[in-house]
């Protein structure tokens, strides 16, 4: 799909054009946050001088995933987070972690100061009409039990979910109708959306009441990764749709950033300091 404005602001009216002028009323993020997995390689090899650097940029919120964090001191990367004034509002653990360590995962979330595990990717074999019914019903159960232990649930999307479209439909969209969508919330990666074919537009206004949080990326012409600001997203139409309102966490995130990295979440954050809807 060629990405334009058209696409982006389909079914939000006109006055969305508007949405990157400042004015006195507009709305500007109150915290940016950083998926981890955008700066993995410095990350595993150097993780509390890495959150240092991050929390210089001036994030506030981080979201654990890659990097090796799993393997890591927790309590001592809570302790460190707390003294740079950072949170870590959810983790990204695996299906096959969550099927068989779940309570170690829990714990880790727990210790590391989360609210919400996300579901972050699921594999080829689960990728076929076999595989997506039997993983399912552990969405629904992970979702409950994690509830019980006081946490929350979400699944986190690539493009796979919408292109891989079994007997017509596609996995996406079984997953919004097989799963409880009061436990089961979304964490909606706008670019891999886009990158599938979808209008944001019209794919928030359908999700608005199962939204959890944005990654946020932007794409470039050729539709690969950029650092926010330096592709065509319009972001500030997204982020003014009446059905973000719910969204309570955004998320930076660049799977190909490169490297240092540390210029390109600098980039994403300071365009995201400044976007005004």
């Known amino acids: 799909m060629i990405l334009s404005r058209r696409n ?50 001036g994030y506030r919120e981080v979201e654990f995933g890659g990097g090796g964090y799993e393997g890591m001191d927790h309590a001592k990367l809570r302790r ?4 740079l004034g950072l949170t870590a509002p959810s983790v990204h653990i695996g299906y096959d972690a969550l099927l068989q360590r779940f309570d170690q995962s829990v714990a880790m979330a727990k210790t590391l100061g989360a609210t919400t595990v996300v579901l972050p990717y699921m594999t080829d074999e689960h ?5 997506w019914s039997a993983a399912l019903p552990n969405f629904n159960r992970f979702a409950k039990d994690l509830k019980r232990a006081g946490l929350g649930f ?43 074919g979808e209008n944001l537009t019209t794919l928030i206004e359908r999700l608005s009441q199962r939204l959890y949080a944005y990654h946020v990326k932007d794409m470039r012409p050729d539709r690969s990764m950029a650092a926010v600001g330096a592709g065509t997203v319009d972001f500030a139409a997204l982020f003014k749709l009446k059905a973000s309102a719910g969204v309570r966490h ?4 660049n799977d190909q950033a490169p490297a240092p990295y540390l210029p390109d979440i600098t980039t994403s954050f300071r365009t995201l300091r400044a976007l005004r809807f």
């Open 8 to 57: 982006l602001l389909a079914g939000s009216g006109a006055a969305a054009a508007l949405a990157f002028v400042p004015t006195a009323s507009a709305a500007q993020l109150k915290a940016i946050g950083l998926q981890l997995y955008t700066i993995r390689d410095i990350f595993s090899k150097d993780p509390f001088g890495t959150l240092k650097q991050v929390a210089q940029i």
């Open 80 to 83: 460190t987070m707390d003294t």
């Open 250 to 253: 955004f998320y930076v995130e």
């Open 127 to 131: 990728r076929n009409e076999q595989g």
């Open 154 to 196: 979400a699944y986190h999307n690539h493009d796979f979910e919408f292109t891989i479209k079994p007997g017509g439909v596609s996995l996406y969209e079984r997953l919004l109708k097989e799963t409880d969508p009061t436990l089961v919330k979304l964490e909606l990666d706008l670019y891999w959306a886009l990158h599938a």
